[in-house]
């Protein structure tokens, strides 16, 4: 399919617009917009857009303005492709204290959404038994970045590049995991925190 534009001699030339009508279609329906409602916005008869979508016509370069324009988007996206998104409907719940536990000496973990494998974040609550870095004897490291949120008590972060840091309920922080870190806990009861790993 082609649409057409004016050169210098004010002569209709073809330029190339493959699959301009999909495109058309796909944002006009991203926008929740009826054949009406967008001919409305771009000044274009609605069954002039119907035909431009069922390439049955080829739009003018004036009303790939008024499409641009109208639609409020940028030209090169009526030349694109869609996006497709796919959506696999996956859920996993997990009711509260019924996750997978494992313990260590400086944590209590409980896995959440278990469930699942090949997950692209790994959820999970922790109660904190640590009380200083001696309880470890070496930084925890691994790939990927983690997202710490503070449930209940106080925590300091230890990090190999930063100074120590204290938490508090709500307190949160996001880091690169490979980063050497510890948490204990600071305040009078072992504090619980949620842990978001990804990978």
Known sequence: M????ANSSNEARPVNSPGIGVQLKSIRMK???TLREAGNLTQLAPSTLSKIENEQISPTFTVIQKLATGLNIELPQ????PR????SGRRDITI?????????STYEHELLSTQFSNKKMI???SK??????DDFGEWVRHSGEEYLLVLEGEVQLLTEYYEPVNLVEGDSVYYDAMMGHVVI???ENDAKILWMTAK
């Open 2 to 5: 082609s649409l057409t534009s």
């Open 31 to 33: 926008n929740k917009l």
């Open 78 to 81: 009526l030349f694109s492709k």
């Open 84 to 87: 497709i998104t796919l959506t």
């Open 96 to 104: 509260k204290d019924q996750g997978e536990y494992h313990f260590t």
């Open 123 to 125: 959820p999970y609550k």
């Open 128 to 133: 904190v038994h640590a009380r200083s870095f």
């Open 185 to 187: 806990s600071v305040s």
